[in-house]
């Protein structure tokens, strides 16, 4: 099973069990559809209602991005998991504020626990962030309200990224400071491009859970259409997609001719740049350790399923949750 | 007898409630995970098979049990006799539902690739048999947080192995 990425503009058509993309010179290619878990368009396609009712049958997720390589929606196919009993349970675990602070502040141990493990792996000179996060992190069992909770977030995050120029050799991917909207330097690029990605695979996870991706826990309900996704994202960003990002830095896979600028002033990964993001994040997605209480080879991919897993069990009064902490 | 109307259970859930109260659980609280292990497929087939050779036909009944009826009697075809216990409750299910339509009949339990055939008969005591687990599942299903884990040697092979044991260690 695997996420196919669309970069050019063309046509997708629909061919019996398989699907067709047909590229603005007529150039064909054949996918066996049966092989797809998502497909991710970055490029201009055109398709008809019957290659979208194969999706369905397939089950298969398609999400679309915009011009800048930013996420714009989905594609899902009418959702086979829903359960009103998880539904109820899981709003009244955001309605009561205590319950609801206990799971965002489990999401934010998780990110942290993966910030740190990240700045850890590169030992000269990063005491210094380390402490300056457990300090701030000693609080978070504290924290009375969601905005402070996010407030302390950002607070970490924020020593976090400052450690990215220490963690990153060439100064071409030097932060002056995290900027989202738009990103206007290479650095920032890849992280919003990064977590664009994260965002969308997560999604496909939760919607194969009867979680309701709408409901969040940490981020307001109502900020993203698909909140929860968000919420979820925050453990597997740190995790993923920056230590995918250094590495790529560091091992000089990812060059300064990766990027384009907009009227410069915006910067973003152009199509060559984004095709070996992205097929280092497939790599690295489909990547498995032996986990410790399954006792089986898991995928990074599945370790999100599972994540959405244990928080079903929390809410319905099983076990309660714990954030994923790599421990390997 | 116990009214079934009452006491609304599929022929799943009965063989749930013998294997695992837990999987019985989650699978009536709408919890259910997309088994696509070869076993489930091989069963499929075998089914479909069996079906052709027998020319027996399919029957929904109150839309809470399908039954295959070959001919006089109930057949319920298996890929094995491993869970032969829960088979065999599963099909005096199924006689119990008939015979509250008024409509007595013998049961045979196949399994082919073991080219074996058990006889099930619903004598009076089995009527007892299925209206306790009757009310077993009742009170499995109202229990307001799943029931415990219990490793059981079918767990590895079972839908719900990733989502019951994954947990973290400190
Ligand atoms: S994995 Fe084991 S405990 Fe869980 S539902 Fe299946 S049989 Fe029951």
């Known amino acids: ?328 | 007898m116990l009214n079934v109307d009452e006491l609304k259970a599929t022929g799943l859930s009965v063989q749930y409630y013998l294997v695992c109260h837990r999987k019985l659980w989650l699978s009536t609280h709408q919890i259910q995970f997309e088994q696509d292990s070869d076993r489930v497929l091989e069963g499929k087939v075998l089914h479909e098979q069996t079906y052709n050779k027998h020319g027996n036909k399919e029957v929904l009944i109150d839309n809470l049990i399908k039954i295959d009826l070959f001919g006089d009697y109930v057949g319920e075809v298996k890929s094995s006799s491993r869970m032969q216990q829960s088979d065999r409750m599963q099909l005096l299910y199924y006689l119990y539902v008939l015979k509250q339509a008024g409509i007595n009949k013998v049961g045979k339990l196949h399994y082919p690739k073991e080219k074996k055939v058990e006889e099930v008969h619903l004598t009076d005591a089995a009527v007892k048999e299925v209206e306790k687990v009757l009310i077993g599942i009742q009170v499995v299903k109202d229990k307001s947080t799943p029931p415990p884990l219990i490793k059981l040697p079918y767990c590895s092979k079972c839908a719900y192995y990733s989502f019951c044991w994954v947990g973290e260690v400190d």
């Open chain 1, 1 to 328: 099973m695997k996420d196919i990425f669309i970069f050019n503009n063309g046509r997708l058509k629909r061919t019996d069990s398989t699907i067709q993309f047909i590229d603005a010179d007529g150039k064909k290619k054949t996918i066996p559809i049966v092989q797809v878990e998502n497909i991710h368009l970055f490029g201009e396609i055109d398709m008809n209602t019957s290659f979208l009712n194969l999706l369905t049958q397939q089950g298969v997720v398609l999400h679309t991005y915009n011009y800048y390589g930013y996420y714009s929606g989905s594609f899902i196919p009418r959702s086979k998991q829903v359960s009103g009993y998880i539904d109820v349970r899981q709003a009244s675990h955001i309605l009561d504020p205590q319950k609801r602070i206990f799971i965002a502040r489990q999401f934010i141990y998780g990110a942290v626990h993966h910030m740190l493990k990240n700045i850890r792996q590169h030992k000269d000179g990063s005491e210094v962030y380390i402490n300056t996060i457990e300090s701030v992190r000693v609080n978070i069992e504290n924290a009375k309200t969601i905005p402070e909770l996010m407030g302390m977030e950002g607070n970490i995050r924020k020593i976090y990224f400052q450690s990215f120029n220490h963690m990153i050799k060439n100064e071409f991917f030097h932060f002056v400071k995290r900027e989202k909207r738009p990103p206007k330097d290479p650095i920032n690029a890849l992280i919003s491009f990064g977590n664009s990605i994260m965002y969308t695979t997560v999604l496909s996870e939760l919607y194969k859970t009867q979680l309701n991706p709408t409901m969040s826990f940490l981020h307001e309900p109502s900020v993203k259409r698909y909140s929860l996704s968000l919420d979820l994202a925050e453990i597997f960003k740190p995790l993923i997609i920056d230590g995918l990002i250094v590495s790529l830095i560091n091992n000089r896979v990812m060059k300064s001719n990766h990027f384009e600028y907009i009227e410069s002033e915006i910067c973003l990964l152009n199509d060559e740049g984004r095709k070996i993001f992205l097929k280092a994040y497939e790599e690295k997605l489909s990547k498995t350790i032996k986990h410790r209480t399954l006792k089986r080879q898991t995928s990074y991919r599945f370790l999100i399923r599972l994540e959405c897993y244990k928080l079903i069990k929390h809410i319905i009064g099983d076990t309660t949750y714990k954030p994923l902490k790599a421990w390997w």
